[in-house]
Structure formats: structure tokens, C-alpha cells
């Protein structure tokens, strides 16, 4: 084994990036390109907000609104959120389970190029003849060739392309869990992050499949004519939302359960107690994915189902408020009898509580199918999900930034700026949000670009809009803090928060081989147990000796690429240009087959010179 | 103390369903304003389920701000807290407690759910067949013989069965103060029915994206005492199987000539004309321009001179007219009414 040990190859600045295969650099990878596509979208959110805060005024006009819409939902939803979530896993998930690596190197980098390139590709749109109008939910018929544009073919091949990412960023994810985890560290005493986070790619295991059906069938509808959401041709519009909501349900506690794992590892740090009801919480998440994938026909109340399925999928919604519930006051109680500080991180999380509520409890009200007959497609809907999605998850995010950038940067987030951060944010979201309920149930529809001057719905677009500059100025604020960080000459130290599980036992930011010594895992809080004990790190279950690693690999790169180009191709039904990008995709996966790559070892005596130590 | 948070929780209760119940919307419009069973049903089931939600809302609230003030960190604070572990009597009880609270709030939802769909003949109800288009929605009484588009009419005070449909794209009927709101699939056929209670103008909206104009595909429901509807039905009835009057001015007569070349192939008058475009038998009788406008003249002309400035992305084209030929369709156009009150 060792007669193939070489040093690592000399590689830096930008293609070190473009090849490499560490999950803590592909981690940045996705943290800088969720980040960017998070501002697109949030752009995209001050003009939907922008035309919307007087009545009748014309400042994008009708197309370009619809636009808006569809490039705000789909960008945050796929190209934002879940990048920024992937960005965590990658970063922390490994640490926290005491590996050197994740399952599938070389994957996880294919993972977050296929994902990059079908975002870019989705939104090139703009600048190609328009983008996608027929809402992120791109219901057929509307999404069909005789009622819209181009766009939507950008829609359907970057989906698929960032989907297949997020598909095997998943899976590797699910076997790095289950087999890469330190000596002593069982499944019940993995961080609820982990936890989280292999319930997440569980479910992106069973709920990507369902949309990559869902759009291969609305390809063939767009460009060969296929019919299979074409009535006049005998196809069904409603099979249409089935398969998007199979995959849109549980993509939404796709989103939510890593939020509740930051969520639960921050409380849990800042009152310096473990975590309440531990086994409840992995039980309750567990749970909840599991009921995930039951209800998606919630979101379809009004399609015409009929009373006996809309009571059931109804009920069984109500449902997912008892293992939701058990969270909430599971964090309640690990702050209860503890000491409690507040550095930012903790000030999202603690914000998180109340907000989340909320937006469970206008989801309990939406399980009533009767009554959503009123709520379905208003701003009542609107403000919902926003308080879930923003308030929740997006807290959640930005709560578990704050926590774990010391240990992703080795610098620390400034603290003042961050409490600005999230007080102009906390406020602008409510302030946002909080009206729309009204106005949904004073007779707003959602995804309209105007509303008539004399319904009373004024006053509530009105400070609906002016929130929407509140949440600008945090997210600047964060932008601001992040530069800010990366000036300062500081180093954060490995464990400034006074930390409970693996990551903060080794160095921020960690070597690449993140654990010199693989540690021996004795309890749940792994490190915590050790500091009780007395000890100073974690205990060794190995000698030190050479670290094997996985070589870098532009191939990624190149395999995403191909991809990318055969995208184009079917979009303007240039079969020459698909063939030219399939085929340099299937050269590069030949490559890799036949290619004897097995990687570099780094030696004992270089692990020493470093002086890092375990 | 305890009684003081009592008193508490029924206050901000009162205040939040005194907010509902008074503050907001207009009539003809909200949600929280119901004028028909239907709507009232639904908002008994939203005031159920948010008065539990706000009760639950309230105990997370407490708790949280007692935790939160009680167990801050304070300067100079030794010592680390206790490690608990969970307790299962608690878990239990948090459990429980929402199941139970579930369970109220399932029964109605069971009752009323299937209260709603509910079909009724044509003995015991008002036959309304909905087919929403880009951007406009087409009204057929089959049982009565006559049809109608953006102006809905109906008789105060009786059960009206809708079947609704789509002819290109998925649209959603949504009357919110009658009641709301079910999809008009393309291909397929769905059923609602609905009841007003007071006669007045409704508004009613199209709540699923449908384009560019989806905002502005809006409806009037036009509630009439039943003496008045069934004029009206008659009325209807009288012109449509005739042919469409001949004009009364001279400048009307040359609106008619420019109607009958060139809107006559889309949009039906009395028992003549294509069904493409929204039939405009009683148009002069209507609520609005378009669904959206004030019913006035100028708004008529400004629709003639240019359908896609108002409405973005309808299927009417510019008929290019000049200013002399909008003037006599206009004034032909206000000819047509089947009522005397204009």
C-alpha cells in the first residue's frame, strides 16, 4: 500500500479549489456559491417587494414579476439554502463524527460542481431571451410550451443537472455516516447536527427521485412533444403536481431538520447542558422525516381531490406538530437550570424559538383542509412558509455561521456587527412577514404583480415592503462582518465557545487530515465528557502513524461541465452540442474508471513538523 | 400569580379576536367578513384552530421568557449547571397535550370537510358552470339557458352548485367573503358550492398563477334578491335568442358595422358572435371594464385602443382603430344591456 505514497500534490489558489477534494474546501465552495446565489435571490425579493409596496404603480411590469417570482423561489429553495446547508454538512459533519474524510471524496466534489453549473446554467436565463415565469412550482399547464417561454427549458435542465448533485451529495453523506464514525461513537451519541443531518440526505435519498421523474417528463412534454401534462392530448395536469409535491414536501423538512440540529447544538453550547431529552429528539426527527414524505398532498387541498383524501392528508399534517412540538420544548428545557449567554449565534437560535412557533402554528392551521380553502395560494400561505423557511431555517443558518466560522475560517465573527446583523434582521423579517397573514385573508392572492387601489390591502404591502429593507441591511451587515473577519490578523482558538462535541477538539481551521489521531468516542458530547474528566483533548484510539488521503481531481469539474453544455443543447435543440457535452461527461467517468488513482500518504515524521496534535 | 396569568392569556386572547373579528378587509372582499355559510364555516374553523394555536403560542411565550430572564448567565457565575438528562413524565405530557388538542380540532375539521363537498342537484340548487380562460371567466346557467362572463349573478339566499373547468391553463375560483376556493383544471371538472347571504357586489379573484394578467383576472359577483334574478334570467333569455338589436343613434349604427367586422368572430352578443372572447350581451349592464376598471367610457376607449396595456399577455390584439371608430363602439357597446336600470 505504501509503495504508492507521494506528497501531496503542489496545488493552490484558484485550482486548488477547482480540484480539490477535501470536504472542508468544498464546504467554502458551497458557502461562497449559495452565498452568491442567496443575494440573487434576495435581490430578486426587494424588487417582487419593491413593486408591490403601492398599488397599481408599474415598476417591473407583469412578465418580468412572474419572472421575479420563479427565479426568487427556485434560486432560494435549490440554489441557495441547500448549498449554504450542504456548505455545514461538509464543514462539520466529519468533525463530528471523528473522520478524516467523507465516504466518497471525489463524489462529494462531483456533488458540488454539478450543483454549481446547473445554477449557473438556470441562471443564464436571464440574459438568454428570459427566465423561467411559470412559479417555482412550474405547474403544467402553464409550464408548457404553448403558455410559456423559454425560460421553463432552463428551469427543467438546471434543475436536473443541480439535482443529480444534491442527489449524490446526499447518499455520500448517508454512507459516511453510517460507516466513517470514530471508535465508541454508537448512532445515540452522534451531535443532533449529524443526526440532522443524516436524516436530511435520508430523505433526499427517496424525495430527489421524485422531481428528477417530474422534470424528465416535463422535458419531453417541452421538447419532443411528449404530452404527458398536455390535456388536449389526453394528459393529466394534476399528475404534474403530485410528483413536484412527493418531492416538495419533504423537501421542505429537507430544509428544516439540519436548521432544528444547529438549533439544538447551539442551545445546547451557550447554556453549557446537554441537550434535553436527547433520545426524544433523535426519536422526533426521525419522525418528522418519516411524516414528511406522508402529506404532500396539503399543498393539492384545492386541486379537487375530494373530502375523503383531504381530511386524511389533513390529519395526518396535524400529525407533525407533536414531534415539532416535543423539539420546541425540548430546547426550552435545555436552557431551563442553565447559564445561558448570548453571542450572536445564540441570538438567532433563541430567536429561531418563537418564530418557528409561529410558522408551526399557521401550519397546524393549514392542515384544516376547509379553511385552507381560504389560505391555499394567499398571502396567508405566503407568510407561512416565509416564517418556516426565513424564520426558521434561515435563522437557523445564519445562527450555525455565527457558531461554526471560527472553526471553518479560524477567525471569529465580530460580535457587535453581528448583533446588528441580527436585530435589523429579526425585526425586518416580522415586519415583512407578519402582515402578509392579514393580508392573505383579507383576499391577496399570491404571485400577483399588482393589487386595485380601493380593497384595503395597502397598508400592509406597504410595511410588508419597508421589512424587506430591514432584512437587506442585516444580510449587508453579514457581508460587512464576514469581510471584517477575514481582515483581522486574529486566529480563533479551537474551542472558543466552550464546546461539547468532536469539532472543537482539534485546531480551527482544521489540518487536512482533520484528526492526527482518530479519537476514542466514551459518551455523547464527546469532548465534553473528556473535559469533565479532566482531560485536556480527546483520547487516542490509535498511534500516530501516516495518513492516507484522496488525491485532487479536476475530473469534477470537467464531468459537470460536459453536463452544463449538453444543457444548452437541448435548450435550443442543438443535438450536435448535447452529443459534444454527454460525450466529454462519459470521456471523463471513463477516465476515472480506468485510472489507477490511489491517492498520497501524508507521513508521520510531516504530521509532527506541524506540531498539531489531536 | 396564577390567576393574574389567566386573566392574562383570555385578554391578548379577546384582543387578537377582536383585531379579527373588527379590523380588517373590506366587505365585499376578506375572508374575515364572511356573508355566506360557506365562508362562515371556514372562519368558525379558523378562529377554532387559531384560539388553540395562540393558547399554545402563549405557554411556549411564558416559558421561554421566564427562561430566558431566570437562567441568563451573570457576572461572576461559578460552577457548571446540571447535566439533565430529559424527563419522561414532561416528555410525555408535551406529548399528550397536543394530541389532545389535535383531536378538537379534527372533529370539525372532519364534519365541515365533508359538509363542503356536498353536491346538490338541480332541485335544490343553481346550476353554474365556471370555465376560467386567460384572463377572463366564462359564467354558463345550464339548467336556465342563459351565459355571461366576468359578472357573475346569482340569487341571494340559495345553494349555488359551481362546476368548474379551464379551457388552456390551471386557474383557481376564489370569492373570499362566499367562501373559498377550488382549481379549474384544464381537462377535468371540479364542484364547489356556495350561498350569499346578502345581496351586494363580491369580488372574486383568480388565486392560481395563470400569466402574465393573473393579477388582474379578477370577477364580480353581482347577489340579487330572487324576484330581481329571475328578471334578470328572463331578460337574458329574451336577447339571446334573438339577434342582436340594431342601434339607436347614427354613431352607435357605425359602432355596430366596426363590431359586427371585426369583434363579432371572438365575442358573442344576444344569439350571435364566437365564443373565443368573453360574451358581451349584457357588457353594458356590467360592474367593471375588464374585471378590473370602472365601468366608464373612457375606460372602455382605452381598452379598444390597446387590450395589452391593461391586461398584459390577453389574447385580444390590437384592432388598431382611431379615435372615431373607439368613439362609436363605445357608444354602440353601452347599447348592450338587458336591464333597464342603465
Known sequence: MSAHASHAPNRSGLWDYLTTVDHKKIAILYLIAGGIFFLAGGLEALLIRLQLMYPEIEFVGAKTFNELITMHGTTMIFLAVMPIIFALMNAIVPLQIGARDVAFPFVNALGFWLFFFGGVLLNTSWFLGGAPDAGWTSYTTLALNQYSGRGVDFYVLGLQIAGLGTLIGGINFLVTIINMRAPGMTFMRMPMFTWASFITSGLILFAFPAITVGLVLLMFDRLFGGNFFNPDAGGNVVIWEHLFWIFGHPEVYILILPAFGIISEVVSTFSRKRLFGYSSMVFATALIGFLGFMVWAHHMFTTGLGAIANTLFGLATMLIAVPTGIKIFNWLLTMWGGQIRFPTANLFAVGFIPTFTIGGMTGVMLAVPPADYQYHDSYFVVAHFHYVIVGGLVFGLFSGLYYWWPKMFGKMLNETIGKWNFWTFFIGFHLTFFPQHFLGLMGMPRRVFTYLKDQNLDMGNFISTIGAFGMTIGTILFLINVVVAAKSSKRAPADPWDGRSLEWAIPSPPPEYNFVQTPLVRGLDALWVEKMAGNKGMTPAEPIGDIHMPSPSFLPFLMSLGLFVAGYGFIYHNYVVVVIGVLATFACMFTRSVKDDPGYHIHEDELEEKGVKA | ?342
Open chain 2, 1 to 342: 400569580m396564577k390567576g393574574w396569568q389567566q386573566y392574562w392569556r383570555q385578554f391578548s386572547l379577546f384582543a387578537l379576536l377582536a383585531l379579527v373579528l373588527t379590523g380588517c378587509g373590506k366587505d365585499e372582499l376578506s375572508a374575515l367578513k364572511p356573508s355566506g355559510p360557506v365562508a362562515a364555516m371556514q372562519f368558525d374553523l379558523m378562529k377554532l384552530s387559531s384560539a388553540i394555536m395562540i393558547g399554545v403560542f402563549i405557554v411556549v411565550m411564558t416559558i421561554f421568557t421566564y427562561v430566558l430572564i431566570r437562567y441568563r448567565k451573570r457576572p461572576g457565575q461559578q460552577g457548571i449547571p446540571k447535566q439533565v438528562e430529559g424527563n419522561h413524565a414532561l416528555e410525555i405530557l408535551w406529548t399528550v397535550i397536543p394530541f389532545l388538542l389535535l383531536i378538537i380540532m379534527a372533529i370539525p375539521t372532519v364534519t365541515t370537510g365533508f359538509a363542503l363537498h356536498k353536491e346538490y342537484p338541480k332541485e335544490e340548487a343553481v346550476q353554474v358552470k365556471v370555465t376560467a380562460h386567460q384572463f377572463w371567466w366564462e359564467f354558463e346557467y345550464p339548467d336556465l339557458g342563459v351565459a355571461t362572463a366576468q359578472d357573475l349573478v346569482l340569487p341571494v339566499g340559495k345553494k349555488i352548485q359551481f362546476v368548474l373547468s379551464a379551457s388552456d391553463v390551471k386557474h383557481a375560483f376564489w370569492i373570499p367573503a362566499l367562501g373559498g376556493k377550488i382549481d379549474t383544471n384544464p381537462g377535468q371538472e371540479n364542484k364547489m358550492w356556495l350561498q350569499a347571504d346578502k345581496a351586494g357586489i363580491y369580488y372574486g379573484k383568480c388565486a392560481e398563477l395563470c400569466g402574465a394578467s393573473h393579477a388582474l383576472m379578477d370577477f364580480k359577483v353581482e347577489v340579487m334578491e330572487q324576484a330581481d334574478f329571475d328578471t334578470w334570467v328572463a331578460n337574458m333569455k329574451g336577447v339571446q335568442a334573438k339577434e342582436p338589436v340594431t342601434a339607436t343613434s347614427p354613431l352607435a349604427a357605425e359602432g355596430q358595422q366596426i363590431f359586427d367586422k371585426s369583434c363579432l368572430g371572438c365575442h358573442a352578443v344576444a344569439g350571435k358572435g364566437g365564443k373565443m372572447g368573453p360574451n358581451l350581451t349584457n357588457f353594458a349592464d356590467r360592474e367593471r371594464v375588464a374585471g378590473i376598471k370602472a365601468h366608464t367610457p373612457e375606460n372602455i376607449a382605452e381598452w379598444l385602443k390597446d387590450p395589452q396595456k391593461i391586461k398584459p399577455g390577453n389574447k385580444m390584439p390590437n384592432l388598431n382603430l382611431d379615435d372615431t371608430q373607439v368613439k362609436a363602439l363605445v357608444e354602440y357597446m353601452e347599447t348592450l344591456s338587458v336591464s333597464e336600470k342603465k
